[in-house]
């Protein structure tokens, strides 16, 4: 895997910083907020419903921003830039980390999306990246300078007609072989889920609004939003 001649060490240093951060007992409740957050919107938003996936995303970059910063590291969300980035350092437009968020099983995950672009090669990895992996796992820092990324991202990545793809199997095991770029953590898997919900963002956010026009509220029950959900259990 070619390298794309920039340096991560600020992106390194923060992750660590991260780390060790959580490793302290007296930080033990940051540590908890930050696994009940995740848990939460994960169980109310469930992602099978597509307006829900980019919904969830986002708060979940948000939550991480958050602990970030408690740790002494000084992100902001990337609000409405277009960038590979979704958290910024304060001090640097061109420096952070992208979230991606890997709760489900599949196969992997999209790394970069170039919908409408060309093919992407596995050089257009660029951002320094935290996969928040279920299974045990936690929070994996990684980037495309890192060495083991630099000798396996060939089988690891795969270019797709939109997007760069990164293999869900090579994230576990980089996580096995290379734990000092792990922060362990009690994150929410899909099969432990019960009841699947069929809240969505659009149908809170619209009663939050109706709420204040009671005569329009009034009516709100009888659309049933979410009885009708694919595959929801039952």
Not at 73 to 100: C, E, I, P, Q
Not at 136 to 146: F, K, M, R, S, T
Request: aromatic share 8%; charged share 30%; with cysteine.
């Amino acid at each position: 895997m070619q390298g794309n001649k920039k340096s991560y060490s600020k992106e390194r240093e923060g992750f660590q910083r991260l780390r060790d951060y959580l490793a302290s007992g007296e930080n033990a409740v940051i540590l908890g907020e930050f696994e009940k957050a995740i848990a939460e919107v994960f169980e109310e938003y469930d992602t099978a419903l597509r307006e829900n996936r980019f919904v969830v995303g986002g708060v979940i970059e948000i939550i991480l921003g958050a602990v970030l910063r408690a740790a002494g590291v000084n992100v902001r969300h990337k609000g409405g830039l277009d960038t590979d980035f979704d958290l910024l350092f304060d001090d640097d437009d061109s420096s952070g980390y992208s979230v991606k968020a890997l709760l489900k099983k599949g196969q992997g995950t999209r790394l970069v999306n170039v919908m409408g672009g060309n093919t992407p090669s596995i050089e257009r990895w660029k951002a320094a990246t935290l996969f928040l992996l279920s299974e045990d796992v936690g929070i994996v820092y990684a980037d495309p300078e890192l060495r083991w990324w630099k000798e396996h991202g060939c089988e690891c990545l795969k270019p797709t007609t939109d997007a760069l793809q990164i293999s869900r199997r090579c994230l576990v095991r980089f996580a096995s072989e290379q734990s000092e770029w792990v922060i362990p953590c009690k994150l929410p898997t899909a099969d432990r889920r019960g009841t699947r919900s069929a809240r969505t963002a659009s149908a809170d956010t619209a009663s939050r609004i109706l709420i204040h026009y009671p005569r329009l509220f009034e009516h709100v029950p009888g659309l049933r939003v979410g009885e009708e959900v694919p595959g929801r259990d039952t």
